[in-house]
């Protein structure tokens, strides 16, 4: 029973949740945006792949935003921040550093920018026959040195 329970898991952390491909996302990471709700200017400093669709965070100086695609509109230029890239992409098999027994691959399922490093959404449980009153979220933000890449 213990090995089905584990291949299940295996199976959830690395079926993608958007289905085969990985959908279009509407601007980059860094882009410079105007969100339409609030008529303002920011950049893109996260993306998510979240209640069917991807979630910008977008940075407005004062305060961070979340859009949908259709709250924003890409202005093509990238925003001049002294950062590294991303060492992931959305959609890439991950393994936790750890040395756990649990299930270590996942899928990236989003990024974010926060204080001048990148993190990823990455989900740490799967979901329980009961709901539990102690776990609203089953996703993580994860630091870099925490994953390695997984060669398929």
Not at 46 to 59: A, M, N, R
């Amino acid at each position: 029973m213990i090995k089905l329970i584990t291949a299940l898991e295996t199976s959830w952390y690395l079926s993608p949740p958007w289905g085969r491909t990985i959908p279009p996302v509407e601007v980059n990471l860094l882009e410079r945006v105007y969100l339409r709700t609030t008529r303002t200017f920011g950049y893109c400093c996260g993306i998510q792949w979240k209640h069917e669709c991807w979630l910008y965070s977008v940075d407005c100086g004062n305060e961070i935003l979340h859009a949908t695609q259709h709250q924003i509109i890409s202005t093509g230029q990238l925003e001049t921040l002294n950062v590294q890239k991303s060492a992931f992409v959305l959609g890439e098999r991950v393994m936790f550093c750890s040395h756990d027994k649990a299930t270590k691959q996942r899928l990236i399922l989003g990024i974010a920018l926060v204080n001048n490093s990148w993190f990823y959404v990455v989900e740490l449980m799967s979901p329980t026959l009961t709901p539990s009153p102690t776990i609203s979220n089953h996703f993580s933000l994860v630091g870099e040195k925490s994953l390695v890449r997984v060669n398929v």
